[in-house]
């Protein structure tokens, strides 16, 4: 349907849409998600995201956490970041998606790329970090790097630090808990008990307050 920059043959109106197209399907043995659902259907074929679509698929229901099979595992949510499209992700932030959704570039990790990762990663897309840290997204998450190590742009920069975000490395001295290379090259696990350490104590610091 023109009116909703749809391609889909068999979707005249999103309106008639069957429910199953909503939900998530996984692929098999794997731990990453099909795109069966509509609202990967509908990213992957607009020309032009319409607001109006997603806020009927918020309204119905949708789930964002539906990972493209892709190498980096990306959400719906970590098109938008990249893409600037910040209406639709306050859209889908105010209607339930967590604002700290991760992709599943290494999906047995609890700490891989959130959305402010993806969107501070370029210098035009400064609105979307300023709604992230509006609406609540944590600036200090680990991965093992943190968002202002991977800032482009001195606004991204500024709304990062405005906010209490810092790099790693400041955020190790602060911790008391430093990255160690060679441990690293010895033992596997080693990233996911660092990233694991550190965030937990972030956290603990944060409560506290």
Partial sequence: DPKYNFVLIDMKHIK???????????AKESNIICRNALIYYYILNADN?????IKYLVNRGAKFEVHDEGAYGWTPMHFWARRNNYELLELAIKGGANVDMQTLLDPKSEYNET????????????????????LGANVNFITPTSPLD????????????????????????????????EECEKDESYME???????????KAKESE
Avoid: H
């Fill in 16 to 26: 008639e849409a069957n429910e199953k197209y909503i939900l998530i399907k996984k």
């Fill in 49 to 53: 995201p319409n607001s109006q679509i």
């Fill in 115 to 134: 959305l402010l990762f993806e969107a501070v990663s370029e210098p035009e897309t400064y609105r979307v970090t300023q709604l992230l840290i509006e």
């Fill in 150 to 181: 991977n800032a482009k742009g001195s606004r991204n920069k500024k709304l990062l630090k405005d906010a209490g975000a810092m790099t790693s490395a400041q955020l190790d001295k602060k911790y008391n808990i430093y990255w160690d290379s």
């Fill in 193 to 203: 008990k660092y990233c694991k350490l550190l965030n937990d104590a972030i956290k």
